[in-house]
């Protein structure tokens, strides 16, 4: 559309500057719409799942808060690409999204790891840091009072697959998250036909 607006903004004569105005606020709303579409879009499905796959992806977010942060992120993943299930991929990105970029601002860490590994029908992941921890205790005591909406969040994408998410810190003894992710073989066109699933 903008395209075409552009095309018609160079055959309207410059002695009509009110249509030309127009189409400047035309073109202006569709920018507007172009970047709430992206953002809606990356909330959903961050691309680089679609250009890299899973495991690439996520090796390529370590890299990016390894080199933000000054963090040792090691990462060991392993073939995980059959069977491919995308809602439980991108649960697993966003979860490590979250898991990360906690670490950076809250566990004063120098050393990570990231580990995902193929378990019977599932995914398993853990992250562990050697920061300060916490008591995870206290965390869901305050959920209610406006604390933070990562941890419950990771939970919630877990759990709504049908995994589990556990936490295990003390403060002094870092903090380690385990996910489980059931396979369930479906890709996002195919979950969109299941009755079940809408
Ligand atoms: N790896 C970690 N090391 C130390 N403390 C942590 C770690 N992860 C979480 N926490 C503690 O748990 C609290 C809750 O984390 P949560 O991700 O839910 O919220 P947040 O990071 O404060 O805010 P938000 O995620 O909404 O931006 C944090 O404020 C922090 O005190
Ligand atoms: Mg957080």
Redesign the pocket.
């Known amino acids: 559309m903008k395209l075409h607006l552009q095309a018609l903004e160079a055959d309207i004569p410059q002695t009509s500057s009110k249509t030309n105005k127009e189409l400047k606020n035309i073109m202006s709303q569709i920018d507007m719409m172009m970047s709430e579409i992206r953002r809606i879009a990356s909330n959903l499905r961050p691309t680089v799942l679609d250009d890299f796959g899973l495991v690439a992806a996520l090796k390529l977010l370590c890299k990016e808060i390894q080199k933000l942060h000054s963090l040792k992120i090691r990462f060991q993943a392993e073939a995980l690409d059959d069977p491919h299930d995308e809602y439980a991929e991108i649960a697993v990105y966003r979860i490590v999204q ?2 990360l ?3 950076a ?3 004063g ?1 120098s050393a990570v790891s990231v580990r995902l590994s193929r378990r019977d029908n599932a995914m398993a992941l853990v992250v562990t ?1 050697n ?4 008591a995870p205790e206290n ?1 869901s005591q305050q959920e209610d009072s406006g ?6 969040s990771m939970k919630e994408r877990a759990e709504l697959l049908g995994g589990s998410f556990r936490i295990d ?1 003390a403060p002094h003894r870092g ?1 380690t998250i385990n996910v489980v992710i059931p396979f369930n073989g479906l890709n996002a066109h195919e979950k969109d036909q299941d009755p079940d699933r809408r």
Do not use: C, P, Y
């Open positions: 979250e898991a970029s906690n670490i601002k809250h566990a860490a840091d920061g300060k921890g916490f965390i604390g933070g909406l990562g941890l419950l810190s903090t």
